[in-house]
């Protein structure tokens, strides 16, 4: 499928929820399926790669929701099932391919303590270890690139179908289009192999998590 949106930003009947909530649903069946995917992150750790205590703080902050707000317990039950699925895939017999790209700040930011920091961080160390997972942190000598302008996620299915989505508070969104799937990816893998990444990757974890 070549240049569709899921979200017609154009439809005024839609609301930009309704839309927002259609794009997670169609990334939650895709992602399931995807035997490659691409992460670029500038801001905090990926969706898909958080603990429990660290999606609460940053999904409740981004939203302003208070801790015991339906919404935010919703909202991080969807995000742990998604890590969760991630994490039973990449365990498994067929485990897909990750590239994920993290900005050096997002790793320090100190997101809901120092204690949950450290157990994000330590998660993150664990994950890179898997022999179909390649982490890549973006240190803060790098400079300005391309994925400063926003998030993304890329994920091609078995039969070559691609998908990315980019999510924002205001409406977020998937792209079906092989052309936009493509130039995502190659910026990950471009950028790979300037980054701080293999064994350096998780020793500048270990560091960034003493220094907490």
Same mark, same amino acid.
């Given at each position: 499928?070549?240049?569709?949106?899921?979200?017609?930003?154009?439809?005024?009947?839609?609301?930009?929820?309704?839309?927002?909530?259609? &794009?997670?649903?169609?990334?939650?069946?895709?992602?399931? &399926?995807? *035997?490659?995917?691409?992460?670029m992150q500038t801001n905090y750790v990926p969706g898909?790669?958080?603990?429990?205590?660290?999606?609460?703080?940053?999904?409740?902050?981004?939203?302003? #929701?208070? %801790?015991?707000?339906?919404?935010?317990?919703?909202r991080v039950r969807t995000r742990m099932k998604r890590?969760?699925? #991630? /994490?039973?895939?990449?365990?498994?017999?067929? %485990? %897909?391919?990750?590239?994920?790209?993290?900005?050096?700040?997002?790793?320090?930011? !100190?997101?809901?303590?120092?204690?949950?920091?450290?157990?994000? #961080?330590?998660?993150?160390?664990?994950?890179?270890?898997?022999?179909?997972?390649? #982490?890549?942190? *973006?240190?803060?000598?790098?400079?300005?690139?391309?994925g400063l302008a926003g998030p993304f996620e890329v994920?091609?299915?078995?039969?070559?179908?691609? /998908? +990315?989505?980019?999510?924002?508070?205001?409406?977020?969104?998937?792209?079906?289009?092989?052309?936009?799937?493509?130039?995502?990816?190659? +910026? *990950?893998?471009?950028?790979? &192999?300037?980054?701080?990444?293999?064994?350096?990757?998780?020793? !500048? !974890?270990?560091?960034?998590?003493?220094? !907490?």
């Amino acid at each position: 499928m070549r240049g569709l949106t899921m979200t017609r930003t154009g439809d005024a009947t839609t609301s930009p929820e309704a839309r927002g909530q259609a &794009a997670l649903d169609e990334l939650l069946k895709r992602e399931a &399926a995807s *035997v490659q995917i691409h992460l670029m992150q500038t801001n905090y750790v990926p969706g898909l790669l958080q603990v429990e205590g660290y999606a609460t703080e940053m999904i409740g902050r981004i939203r302003s #929701l208070d %801790p015991g707000d339906q919404e935010l317990a919703d909202r991080v039950r969807t995000r742990m099932k998604r890590a969760a699925g #991630l /994490a039973e895939r990449l365990e498994g017999e067929e %485990p %897909p391919r990750v590239s994920v790209l993290i900005d050096e700040g997002a790793l320090r930011r !100190l997101v809901g303590g120092r204690e949950t920091m450290r157990k994000q #961080l330590a998660h993150l160390s664990d994950v890179a270890k898997l022999p179909t997972v390649e #982490l890549g942190i *973006v240190p803060f000598g790098f400079g300005a690139y391309s994925g400063l302008a926003g998030p993304f996620e890329v994920h091609r299915d078995a039969q070559g179908d691609d /998908a +990315v989505y980019f999510e924002s508070t205001d409406e977020s969104k998937i792209v079906l289009d092989e052309a936009e799937a493509e130039r995502r990816r190659r +910026v *990950v893998d471009s950028m790979m &192999a300037s980054v701080v990444s293999g064994d350096d990757a998780r020793a !500048l !974890l270990e560091t960034i998590s003493r220094e !907490l």
